[in-house]
């Protein structure tokens, strides 16, 4: 059991590491080129310096960059107010008007930012406290913030759907096109717990701040600020769909669309401009820092044999193939609660792959599957980051009542799970059809 000893070894070194509150690129530079040095020498670093230039070189990781920028551009305009007040009309006056607007703006929002923690962050400053001032549930209004960010991940374009597609060999635009239909699912569920919720005790939901009559003009307008938006989102998933572009073709014309509504909504200034690629560029450098060291995890992995005998070991257990899926699950569920979510994938994924291949799982059902499963560590007390964004933005909100409001939401995505690993065709139908 050497491979298990060196497996053990890397993994407590990250987590050491990371627990000391270090970025997550600088553990991973820390273990590689320690391990490089011990198994391999002088002679290994060229490993490295190729795991670099690789992942550089990769067109798959292009989309990364680019979709960062379309949205800090959109949310650094401010161009997300105009479409947050046309939700808010064309929901109309119903009781518990703004949990369906929060639901159906943090949908639109994650497909545009792809980040949970940026998605909470954002509501959290926005929507929670024109909430809180019209009587609304803090708690339930911090559940739906909740529930809306963690479909960020999910629906497209997802910066953790390309990370897997790149890093377990996937189709990219399969992965991001597979998490369309179980969105929708999950936000169909946590409209259906606010409306069961508000049904069953209506003071969650003042009827007086439903009913304001407020002139916020006619559906029609709503509808025509919307389109740019729209058409944003077409230029992003729509020319995927349709096979006229890349991934990587798409997140440009998205980043074109992006500043072109900008302009349009008279929200553009070249300051806007230069702090949306500043940020940009910051958070793309690191994210592609982090990416080339997994990929030099994996061939480290690789190198010792330990990958091999992992595979050998599973298949020699005789359990069978949804067993096995339940076991693999249960690790990102647990460790996602206390590290990132981006460095769990990147240490996961290379142990997971040829996991996959010998157990027969089909590819794009069991990475969409995972990457629910990383989201839900995101929002699972007592350390989920999306948890902690949410505070921080919304201070009149405390963090144990944050935590309450995240246990409806780890049943909505559990439940969703569940169906998704029982139904498969849900994930893998839209994409074999496109």
């Known amino acids: 059991m050497e491979w298990a000893l060196i497996l053990l070894t890397f993994f407590s070194a990250l987590l050491l590491l990371m627990l000391t509150g270090i970025n997550v690129f600088v ?3 820390t273990v590689n080129l320690t391990a490089t040095a011990l198994l391999i020498g002088e002679r290994g670093f060229g490993l490295f310096v190729n795991s670099v230039t690789d992942s550089v070189s990769n067109g798959g990781y292009a989309t990364i960059p680019l979709f960062i920028l379309m949205g800090e551009i959109l949310f650094r305009s401010g161009s997300v107010d105009v479409l947050f007040d046309s939700v808010d009309r064309l929901v109309g006056r119903v009781r518990g008007r703004l949990y369906a607007v929060v639901i159906v703006i943090a949908t639109i929002f994650g497909a545009l930012s792809g980040t949970a923690v940026a998605v909470s962050a954002m ?7 024109t909430m809180e001032a019209r009587g609304y549930s803090p708690r339930l209004s911090a559940t739906v913030i909740l529930a809306g960010a963690s479909l960020a991940p999910i629906i497209p374009p997802s910066l953790l759907a390309i990370i897997i597609g790149s890093l377990a060999d996937v189709s990219i635009a399969g992965l991001l096109i597979a998490g369309i239909i179980p969105g929708i ?3 169909i569920m946590t409209g259906a717990y606010v409306t069961t919720s508000v049904m069953r005790n209506p003071e969650l939901a003042p009827p007086h ?3 304001d009559e ?4 006619s559906a029609l307008g709503a509808v025509l600020r919307m389109m740019p938006f729209m058409f944003i989102i077409f230029m992003v998933m729509g020319m995927i769909m349709l096979g006229i572009a890349t991934p990587g073709e798409s997140a440009a014309t998205g980043v074109v669309g992006s500043v072109l509504v900008a302009i349009l909504y008279k929200r553009a200034s070249a300051q806007m401009l230069i702090s949306a690629l500043a940020s940009a560029t910051r958070l793309s450098v690191m994210i592609m820092v982090i990416v080339a060291s997994s990929t030099l995890f994996s061939q480290l992995v690789a190198f010792t044999g330990a990958s091999r005998a992992l595979v050998a070991w599973a298949t020699d257990l005789g359990l069978s193939p949804m067993v096995m899926f339940f076991i693999l699950m ?3 569920l647990v460790l996602c609660m206390f590290i ?4 769990f994938l990147l240490m996961a994924v290379p142990l997971y792959e040829p996991l996959v291949s010998a157990l027969g799982y089909d590819p794009i059902w069991f990475w969409t599957i995972f990457l629910i ?3 839900v560590g995101g929002v699972t007390p007592p350390f989920g980051y999306t948890l902690f964004a949410l505070s921080a933005a919304a201070p009149n909100i405390s963090v144990g009542q944050v935590f309450r409001a995240s246990y409806p939401v780890l049943v909505i995505f559990l439940l969703a799970m569940l169906l998704l690993t029982f139904v498969p065709g849900i994930v893998t139908w839209l994409p074999s059809v496109i």
Request: neutral net charge.
């Open 209 to 211: 701040s439903d009913n």
């Open 214 to 217: 407020k002139d916020r003009g």
């Open 27 to 29: 553990a991973f530079l």
């Open 373 to 375: 499963n990383l989201t």
């Open 185 to 187: 699912i999950i936000s």
């Open 340 to 343: 990132d979510q981006i460095a």
């Open 123 to 129: 509501l959290g400053r926005s929507a929670m406290p």
């Open 330 to 332: 249960a690790l990102p």
